[in-house]
């Protein structure tokens, strides 16, 4: 139980066009996603929080514009890059919660390359 | 300012020897903590959690110590398997919210 998908799980795209990335709980419902991003031989940073019907919470120095989020349901969760630019370019990740436990459960990841 | 810390970015352990991972903290209002495992290009798979009211929880070859005076946890694996080598994290969360605090990750390396 508690799998979380993500699509794509591999995606490049040009600089300037704009790529969403899905996240599912496949199994339970998540009263919380997370949207995470990894850079090379660094911990995994939080970028935003969010919450079914509501506004996503964006974390210090994320830019909510660039990063659009939107938690449409209980099981789905997407991240929007807008206009990318290379340094976008990265491993995104997912995770979503269903209880007060602390714990999270985390999608495969999506490999962004922006060339 | 790290909160959570894993001061070792790498370990190197035999087959079949215990592995040890240690994880500090500095915020008192963490109640929970987590292990996870993470393969390149992969999500972290959790592991192992402790709540702050335990200071031990053993789950098959994991167990996690939690000494809440010395703001430190760790995280032994044993027997130690090749398949055990990956990034290991630890994280944190307070009551107030889901949010993890993250460590910056220890590789752990089982040597045949």
């Known amino acids: 139980g508690a799998v979380v998908s993500q699509h794509p799980s591999w995606v490049i795209c040009k600089s300037g066009t704009s790529v969403k990335i899905e996240c599912r709980s496949l199994?339970?419902?998540?009263?919380?996603m997370f949207w995470y991003r990894q850079f090379p031989k660094q911990s995994l940073m939080l970028m935003a929080t969010?919450?079914?019907?509501?506004?996503?919470?964006?974390e210090q120095g994320v830019e909510k514009d660039k990063f659009l989020i939107n938690h449409a349901s209980l099981t789905l969760s997407t991240l929007t890059v807008t206009s990318a630019h290379p340094e976008d370019s990265s491993f995104y990740i997912c995770?979503?919660?269903?209880?007060?436990?602390?714990?999270?459960?985390f999608g495969p990841g999506t490999r962004l390359t922006v060339t | 300012d790290q909160q959570v810390k894993q001061n070792s970015p790498s370990l190197s352990v035999q087959e079949g020897r215990i592995s040890i991972l240690n994880c500090d903290y500095t915020?008192?209002?963490?109640?929970?903590f987590l292990w996870y495992k993470k393969y390149p290009a992969e999500g972290p798979t959790f592991l192992i959690s402790?709540?702050?009211i335990k200071d031990k929880n053993e789950d098959g070859r994991f167990t996690v110590f939690l000494n809440k005076s010395a703001k430190h946890l760790s995280l032994h694996i044993v027997p130690s398997q090749p398949g055990d080598s990956a990034v290991y994290f630890c994280?944190?969360?307070?009551?107030?919210?889901?949010?993890?605090?993250w460590g910056a990750g220890t590789k752990l390396i089982i040597k045949p």
């Open positions: 994280a944190a969360s307070g009551r107030s919210n889901y949010q993890l605090i």
């Open positions: 915020n008192s209002m963490f109640d929970y």
């Open positions: 969010s919450n079914e019907g509501s506004k996503a919470t964006y």
């Open positions: 199994d339970f419902q998540a009263t919380t």
């Open positions: 995770s979503a919660s269903f209880s007060a436990g602390g714990e999270q459960y």
């Open positions: 402790i709540s702050s």
